[in-house]
Structures are given as C-alpha cells and as structure tokens.
C-alpha cells in the first residue's frame, strides 16, 4: 500500500503542476474547474503523506483539497463538453482518469488510517 501512495502521490503532483497549471499558464486560457484541479491536486500530493496522518484535522483537511480537486476535474470535463467539444477532439481521458483514480487511492488511505485526536 505504501508503494502506491508514493506512486499516486507523484501523479498527482505531476499532473497537478504540468497537466493543469502549467497547461493554463502556456495557453494563457485560465478557468476555475483546472485551477481548483491543479492547486488543490498540488497540495493533496504534497502533503498527503506522513505529514497529514499526524492529527485528525490535518487528514480532514487533505481529504476536502481531494475533494475540491476532484470537483475542479468534473468541472473542467463539464467545460470542454459543454463548450469546446467537436468532431475528432477528445477530453485527456488517458490522463485525467489515473489522476482521479489516484486522488481517491489517498481519500481511501487518509480515511482508512486517520488519527483519533
């Protein structure tokens, strides 16, 4: 279980930074579904690790920028469908999907081994 947490944990950080906010910053288009996706991905994986299993406040806190990022996805994938979609074009399922996959994996961990006090 340890092995895939690191692995989900530079995922997300990766895709984070390279996929979601160094993508808006290169296109100069910025909207708040990838934002909300990118930031709060950044500081999922990030602090997800050690660092949030030292209280019950701080796995609560990691757990809701899960959340958000997750959120920050379904509104991104809302925006290309509603508004960019055409014919031969396709959302970065490839991509987007392993990073959900992964912020759930640390929602499940946070959850699983969260500290009492």
């Known amino acids: 279980m340890q092995t895939l947490v690191i692995i989900s944990r530079a995922y997300v950080i990766f895709l984070a930074v390279f996929g979601f906010i160094f993508g808006q910053l290169f296109a100069g288009d910025f909207n ?5 996706a990118g930031l709060f991905g950044l500081v ?25 990022s997750l959120l920050g996805v379904g509104l991104d994938a809302y925006h290309y469908y509603a508004y960019l979609n055409s014919s031969g074009n396709y959302y970065a399922w490839f991509l987007i999907a392993p990073f959900s996959l992964f912020l759930i994996v640390l929602i499940a961990r946070l959850y699983k081994n969260m500290p009492n006090k």
């Open 32 to 36: 708040t579904g990838p934002t909300l």
């Open 44 to 68: 999922s994986g990030l602090l997800g690790g050690q660092f949030a299993l030292k209280t019950r406040t701080r796995s609560q806190i990691i757990i809701l920028c899960c959340v958000i």
